[in-house]
C-alpha cells in the first residue's frame, strides 16, 4: 500500500469523523492545520485508522505523532508485507 493510499483512506477517515469531504490531507499535515481536529477527535481517528487498517498503535507513539506523515510511515510499517 502506498503513502497516497494511505492518505487518502485517512483524509476519508477524517472526513467522516468531522463532518468535511474537503479533508485532504498530506503527509506534512499537523492537527492544528485542519478545523476542529482536537483532541478527542484526534483519539477518534487514531482509533478509526486501528479498525481500518487492522494495526494498534502505542500510547507513547500516539501521543509522538507529530504530522500526518508520522503516521502514515508508522501504519505503513505495522502493514509490513501485508
Known sequence: MSDQEI?????RILGDLLLNDSIALTMSTRRD???NWDSL????FIVAVETEF???????EVES??????????????LGDR
Open 41 to 44: 477527535a484526534y483519539i477518534n
Open 65 to 78: 505523532f507529530d504530522s500526518v506523515g508520522a503516521i502514515v510511515q508508522r501504519t505503513r510499517a505495522l
Open 33 to 35: 492545520d485542519v478545523v
Open 54 to 60: 487492522d494495526v494498534r498503535f502505542g500510547v507513547g
Open 7 to 11: 492518505l487518502d483512506a485517512f483524509s
